[in-house]
């Protein structure tokens, strides 16, 4: 009697055992696939905000180039956003404070509106020149703004991301590269008489080398 009772205690107890053990490797294979998950989470923001600063450097470009020439970028190209529809939603996970959500949302809004701006001037101006070279950049398309904004997006991304992308390679110090690119102001600031005399200036030393070589 004793010795039956003493072995289903040990059944008892190695059932037990193995449960508690089922138990634990449960718990240690969950918590590695919870791990796994969030890495490739991880991961996969981590490209989203590459991807999406990517394509804001290259807003960045066009802009910049936009502001040396006085002159939008040729049709049919346009400020590409397509990157950004694509992993806003990935995004919006990853950024949780509300007002650097809107730092970076605000900054294709303002991508979207001068794409419009510049679409709409495109079929406002027939001229030849327009069409071969780009149409005019006015002042009061405030593309200053829209350059701040892009730079501002990027430093979100690369702040809360914890990335360092392309475009930190190449956006350089912002108080010296904007008195470059608009050194005459823009938008409200602008100043016409300065912007008119330099453009001056400009055409007579271009008109200098054309001829002396």
């Known amino acids: ?65 936009a502001a040396r020439t006085g002159r939008y970028w040729r049709a049919p190209r346009q400020i590409p956003t397509e990157t950004w529809n694509q992993y806003r939603t990935d995004l919006a996970i990853a950024i949780e404070v509300p007002l650097d959500w809107r730092i970076v949302t605000a900054a294709y809004d303002a991508l979207n509106n001068l794409n419009w701006t510049v679409q709409h001037r495109r079929t406002s101006d027939q001229t030849v020149d327009g069409a071969r070279l780009g149409v005019f950049i006015n002042a009061d398309d405030h593309t200053r703004d829209v350059w701040r904004s892009v730079r501002q997006a990027i430093g979100v991304l690369e702040r809360i ?19 470059g690119l608009w050194p005459h102001g823009d938008g409200d600031d602008f100043d016409e008489e ?20």
Request: proline share 1%; aromatic share 2%; hydrophobic share 40%.
């Open 194 to 213: 300065a912007a008119r005399i330099a453009e001056m200036e400009r055409r007579q030393q271009e008109a200098f080398r054309e001829e002396f070589g």
């Open 161 to 179: 991301i914890g990335v360092m992308g392309p475009a930190s390679r190449v956006l350089g110090e912002e108080d010296e590269r904007e008195r």
């Open 1 to 65: 009697m004793d010795s039956a009772v003493v072995g289903a205690g040990g059944v008892i107890v190695g059932a037990a055992l193995t449960f508690c053990g089922q138990l634990i490797n449960e718990g240690i294979r969950g918590r590695r696939e919870r791990e796994s998950e969030e890495k490739r989470d991880t991961k996969a923001l981590r490209l989203a905000a590459r991807l999406v600063m990517e394509e804001l450097a290259e807003a960045n470009t066009l802009i910049e180039q």
